[in-house]
Structure formats: structure tokens, C-alpha cells
């Protein structure tokens, strides 16, 4: 069972910075993952969910236009994980953040399969 775990979220004041983390992990399979695009939306109350930012298998990103500038979605050094950075946080940005990610499982007799996973969602508040 494959799962993404996003971490990372809390309060923050306007203009701190947050960075989160959605890590692909499974149990009970002998393999090894590999997030090959993700994407991070997210939802404040009453909102529809949106996408904030996406990073692709050939590492070319994009964001929605009321984050650009501010938040930068990267990946990590492990295979599995990609990061969300959040910079000047405004109590606009205040919502559950959610990490859509397709990924890679290269299995021991060498079968490759990719398959899209959700992460439970992390809870960014920027408040004073």
C-alpha cells in the first residue's frame, strides 16, 4: 500500500514562510518509488480546491498567478518527496494543502507501474 504523507503545515504570521513536504511511502512491498510529477491545490472553506503549483517529470514547474513569485515547488534529493516552499505568506493562503502525485513503484522482478496517489492534506494558517 502506497501512501503520500504531506507534513509540514501550521501558523505562521503574515510574511513567514512555511515548507512543505508530501513524501511517497509504501509498506508491505519490496520496491522502490519514485514521484514522477506532483501537484500541490488546495482548499479554504467555502472554496473550490485549486491548484497552486505543479512540477513535472522533466522538473518544468508552474503556479497559479496569486502565489507565483512567492511560493516555489521543488524536489528533494530522495526520489520520493517534493517540497512546496512558502514565502509571504498572507491570510489569503490560509487553507488544507493537498499533494497529487503520480508514482513510479519499480518492483523487484522489475515490473514498473505509475499510479496516482492523495495525500491526506496539511493545514497552513497565516494569521497574526
Known amino acids: 500500500q502506497v501512501q503520500l504523507v504531506e507534513s509540514g503545515g501550521g501558523l505562521v504570521q503574515p510574511g513567514g514562510s512555511l515548507r512543505l513536504s508530501c513524501a511517497a511511502s509504501?509498506?508491505?512491498?519490496?520496491?522502490?518509488?519514485?514521484?514522477?510529477?506532483a501537484n500541490w491545490d488546495r482548499q479554504a472553506p467555502g472554496n473550490q480546491r485549486e491548484l497552486v503549483a505543479s512540477i513535472s517529470g522533466a522538473a518544468n514547474t508552474r503556479y497559479a498567478d496569486s502565489v507565483r513569485g512567492r511560493f516555489t515547488i521543488s524536489r528533494g534529493d530522495a526520489k520520493n518527496t517534493v517540497y512546496l516552499q512558502l514565502n509571504d505568506l498572507k491570510p489569503e493562503d490560509t487553507a488544507v494543502y493537498y499533494c497529487h502525485a503520480t508514482v513510479r513503484i519499480f518492483r523487484d522482478d522489475h515490473s514498473i507501474d505509475d499510479y496516482d496517489y492523495w495525500g491526506q492534506g496539511t493545514q497552513v494558517t497565516v494569521s497574526s
Open positions: 509504501g509498506s508491505r512491498i519490496s520496491s522502490d518509488l519514485m514521484i514522477v510529477d
